[in-house]
Structure formats: C-alpha cells, structure tokens
C-alpha cells in the first residue's frame, strides 16, 4: 500500500483497512483542472491538507464541483519536490477523535503541485499561464502572517525584496514579489477579477495581504517598471478583493504514533522529510476534527459552493466578530491560562490539564462566567456552543500532542488581546462590574510568577520564547520564593501600568490590588500555586 496513484488502484484492500478513498475520477478531474484552474493555494504546509484541500475532496465526491486543487510553495520548494511530487500530489488525513479514535481519508483533491520559484522555467512559465487564466477564481494564502512582511521588526527590507522593487514583474525573488509579478500577469492579461484570500491565523488577514500587495504595486508605477494602471487594479474591489477571514483547526506536527497507526495497515514510504530549511513533512497529517472557515464572502470571479462543505460566508463585520469571540473570549485566553499554570504545574500536555478539577473549573469559569457576558453573538456561530466544543471535545482532546511550553510561546503579546479586550468590555458597561473578575487577574499574577522560572516545587524550569522576555523579566529578577510579599508587589508596580501588555493600566482599570494580592499569595512558598487555584 502506497500513497501514489498506483498505490491506490486496489481501493478494496485501503477500504478494509478503514480509509475513505477519493469517490471521484481523478484523471478526469485533473484534466479539467489543468484547462480551467478556479482555485491556487500558497503555501503546501499542514493546515492546507488537512484543512482546504480535505473540503474541496468533500465537494467533488459529492459532485458539487468538477475540478481540484493547484499548490504552490514559495518559501520551501523541497516540500513539493520530496513529498508531493513522489506521492502523486496524494497524502493521508488522520483526524484525532476526542473519543480516543482515529479517521483516516486518503485526500486525493490537489491536482498539481507547483514551486514559486522564478528560477524554474517549467514551474515558473505554469503559475503564468495559471494566472492569465479567466477561469482561476481564488488566490488562497496559509504562508504564515510573517510572510506578509516586507520589513523585519529593525525596518530592514526582507530577501529580496529591494531589488524586486527596483527590477518590476519579471523574476521576483521575494515570496510576495512572486505573488505581486503573477497578479500583475492576470491585469496585464485583460484586467481579470480575482479574490486574494489571506487564510492565516492572524487578525483582519486581508489587510495584512492587501498592504504588502498594495505596496509593490505602488514600489512599482513610482518607478515607471510596470504598466500605469496596475495600481488602480488593485485598489479596485471590482477587480480584486482581498477578504477578511478566520481560520480555525489545530494541526500539529505529524505525530510518530500516527505514522505507526499508518504502518501497521501495511502503508509505506511514510518516512517524514526534514528539508534543508528545517521543515518537517511526511505524507500524512494529523488534525483535531472541529474546523471553522469564515470567510467575507467578497469573490469578483465568483466561487464554488464551499459552504456545502462546511463553510461560513458572510460580511466582514461579521467575521470580525468570530475573530474576537475566539481570540479574546472563548479559545485563545484558556488556552494562555492553562499554559503558564502548566508550566508552573509540571504539565507536558494541555490534554492532561483538563482532567485537574483545579484547572477545569477555573478554565470553566473563565470562559463561561468571566467572558461569555461581553462577548457579540456573531450570529452565524453561537459563543456558548463554541466554548461547549473547546471546553469539551477540542482541548481534552488526548491525541492532541499540544504543550503548555508551546502555547505559553509570545505571551507578553497576547495578554493585551486575549484578556485586555475582556477588561474593556466589562469597563464600558453599567451592568458589570470589573470588581467581580477573579481568574482574569490570577492568570496575570501567575504570568508573572511564570516569569520567575521556578515551578511550583521549587525547581527551575526555561521559559518559552517570548520577544519581551529580558524587559519583563527584570520586574520580578529579585523576588523570591517566601520573600517580602510586600517588597514583591512594589517590584512588579511599574509593570502593573504598561497598557500595551495587559491592554489596560491595571490600576486605572481597578485591578492592580487584586493582581497583587494573588502574586502575593503565589510567591508565599513551595505549593502556593496549587492552593491559590483551589482558592480561586
């Protein structure tokens, strides 16, 4: 059994194993792909085969669409050239069960595969004649939100970027370099409508991507290297759209105890491939089974019925509030919270988290009590049923290999978001009371005693990376466990005021004296940690 249009030709011998298999003709479905693309994808990790390309396998089994999937990959062509390419452009989709069971598809949908790289005539000279297709509806994006940058965090123009500028649309080197030079053939080509369609994980995504496309094409008519009127193009949402969109569904790393799941039905060739650039990929990916797309349903070319797979389409208003109801209320904020009380715990696994009756009924709490009455019903999903799903299914889930460690990533640039916004919430409000927050302020006070890097036995443990990690950590460099309480709260004072972490003063918002009186409490000895969460 191999993953490969060969590999797949006795489907009774995959069914028996338990694999839902592709319920279309390939051939066929390829063959009209090739003449009439509607749909490229950038960026060959992950999310997109377990995510985009599964959905688009769901509607040409059911017949709703006759064509599949094109791929390209502009940062690491070896993704495409060592696992796409030798499986047939064919991969494996495990679904991770709550229950404990695994689903297994074999996904058959993406029908050609392609390297962004200007420096390959064949794959280059395709993705030109994808571009000028009338046909092609969406451009789709998972490229990570860094790869909408065209500035590092020092101002410096990212690789590549400079002498794209200065050369035009001819053979770009810059990851949106490639993206611009290809949407420029589509305007050069008859001013043909597209939807430039962000789905990365990171708010108001569309903006991100029509900034860095914005800005080429502007680069480009100051300095007279490209036609007059591209700019117009692009600024024409007539012509070119580029939606808001959220995007949920966890998709960790390909597991090696799902590779030997796959193995043991008689699969082979499953050998992940670590590429020079550091990316781990194997023919399989493994997923949680909740998934939400929403997307801002603004498509000049038109679009296929994606939402008979599963997919919300709506206006932006409306994505926007899904995007604050899970980000600041009812997935993100008890994820940071079970993150650094984990840390503190001992805990390896957020799965293992939920079974603690400390930790579960303070997540609980925080996400029921505390934040559910600020959040805006979006409509299209209902915020208590969402929470019901995190709280039950997708965050005990115990095939999810996720880490407090990994989660507890960055946390001094997602308090502000995730908890600050919840604050605001309850000041704008005559029927709230901030008073009545409780597990808001602990998760600020054991962020700060996560900062100390001492667990709760008293053992040293390394903190995850965080870009503000020496600044915020000079705040508690001479508090110590069973130190002067009151010495430790003057200590974290002046940290206790910077808006642009917590999102709020937390003395102007009234919250200062009971972050301090936790930390206080958590600071007191050995063991404090878990008696403050029983407390609570």
Known sequence: MKLTKQGLQNKAEWEAKGYSLPQFDREKVEAATKKEPFWIHFGAGNIFRAFQANVVQELLNKGVINRGLVVAEGYDYEIIEKMYRPHDNIGALVTLKSSGNVEKTVVGSIMESLTADSSNANDWSRLIEIFRNPSLQMVTFTITEKGYLLKNAAGVFMPGVESDFAEGPVLPKSYIGKVVTLLYERYANGELPIAMVSMDNCSHNGDKLYAA?????????????CKKGFLDYVNNANKVSFPWTMIDKIT???????????AD??????????????????????????????LEDNFPNGRPELEKAGLYFTNRETVDKVEKMKVCTCLNPLHTFLAVSGCLLGYTLIADEMKDPDLLRLVKRLGYEEGLPVVVDPGIIKPRNFIDEVVDIRIPNPF????????????????????????KGYLSRNDLNVANLEVIPAVFALWMRYLMAIDDNGNAFELSPDPLLDDVRKYVADVKIGGDAAAACKAVEPLMHRKEIFGVDLFEAGLANKVCGYFAKLIADKGSVRAVLKGI
């Not at 960790?252 to 796959?262: M, N, Q, T, V």
């Not at 039905?265 to 491939?273: A, H, K, M, T, Y």
């Open 400 to 423: 999810m290999p996720d880490t407090p460690q990994r989660i507890a990533c960055d946390t001094s640039q997602k308090l502000s978001i995730r908890f600050g916004e919840t604050i």
């Open 252 to 262: 960790p790393r390909p597991d090696a105890k799902i590779e030997r799941i796959l």
């Open 213 to 225: 496309v914005n800005e080429f094409a502007k680069e480009w008519e100051k300095r007279g290297v």
């Open 265 to 294: 039905d008689g699969i082979e060739q499953l050998e992940p491939v670590i590429t020079s650039k550091k990316t781990y990929v194997a023919p399989f990916v493994n997923a949680e089974e909740c998934q939400y797309l929403v």
